[in-house]
């Protein structure tokens, strides 16, 4: 699989989850990478520590993968924490860059219901992304052989006619 | 799995024109159990119109314990929505449905859910 540059995959990301927030209502939402690495974000300013909640996040997730196995699952498809004012989502997918997830915060002008159906339209708009596109063949051996093989050619070609 | 709920979800398909009937959390918008024709969206009209439901009721000042109801008209069909406590019953109807006819079976199975709340 091609690998993906951090800029691209944050730049592909701002859109959707703009339109994720807008449509959801939520007031806060991180997309982080397993590791819990900032993707995209919105809404966190310095009441809010963005650093902190994905982190923490990326451990409620691997915390809840570690507990999911002893259930015999592979891992819980969404996690969902309701306080009395705010309720947190986290929702992990697949992509081209990996397996992600996104953290929502949101409060009653929001739902877990809405948070959830537009969580489904955020991840298939971003499998439908040219640069997301998991399904993306790797290069055999033979292909990467013959191609390198192409260059070099044309290479030399110019080389010697220039 | 069983629910309470089903006589109230029958009586209100039984409605003509009724192509789906839903019991929902109105705070969640998630569903507690419904009956949906093939084509009806049950969990994403959950949702969103529970989120309008409860956006009308803050809007209007409706009280819990009183009845609610919100009708949604579209080219396509209707929305009706009722309920009193932090259940509701909506219904899905198509653009022919005896609309009369369904909101009185939608408001009688809201007062029939407030009272299985009440037992709860």
């Known amino acids: 699989m091609e690998r993906l540059e951090i800029k691209q995959i944050q730049d592909a990301f701002d859109e959707p989850l703009r339109v994720f927030v807008r449509e959801s209502g939520v007031g806060l939402a991180v997309l982080i990478n397993r590791s819990g690495q900032v993707l995209a974000q919105h809404g966190f300013d310095k009441v809010f520590d963005l650093v902190g909640v994905a982190s923490l996040a990326a451990g409620i ?16 498809e969404h996690l969902h924490h309701a ?7 986290l929702g992990h997918f697949d992509s081209g860059a990996g397996q992600l997830m996104l953290v929502a915060v949101f409060d009653d002008r929001s739902s877990i219901g809405l948070v ?31 191609e390198l093989e192409t260059s070099l ?8 006619g220039g | 799995m069983r629910t309470p709920y089903g006589d109230l979800l029958a009586r209100v398909m ?9 019991v929902v959390a109105v705070r969640d918008g998630l569903v507690v159990d419904g009956r949906v024709h093939v ?13 309008l439901y409860r956006r009308a009721c803050r ?30 019953m909506m219904a899905v109807l198509q653009r022919r449905a005896n609309a009369g006819q369904a909101r009185v079976a939608v408001q009688r199975a809201a007062d ?3 009272a299985l709340e009440g037992q709860a």
């Open chain 2, 59 to 88: 809007a209007t000042g409706a009280t819990e314990g009183k009845g609610r109801f919100v009708e949604l008209e579209a080219d396509g069909g209707r929305i009706m929505i009722a309920g009193k406590n932090d259940l509701a």
């Open chain 2, 14 to 22: 039984s409605s003509p024109g009724v192509r789906g009937a839903l």
């Open chain 1, 61 to 76: 997730n691997a915390s809840s993968r570690a507990l999911a196995n002893q259930l015999g699952e592979e891992q819980f």
């Open chain 1, 116 to 146: 959830r159906l537009f969580f489904e339209q955020f991840v298939g708009g971003i499998r439908r992304l040219p640069s997301m596109d998991a399904s993306r063949k790797a290069v055999s051996a033979a292909e990467f052989e013959a």
């Open chain 2, 39 to 51: 084509g009806v969206e049950g969990e994403a009209v959950a949702a969103l119109a529970a989120s």
């Open chain 1, 153 to 160: 050619d044309k290479f030399f070609q110019d080389l010697i």
């Open chain 2, 112 to 114: 029939d859910l407030a």
């Open chain 1, 83 to 89: 306080g009395r004012a705010r309720q947190l989502f």
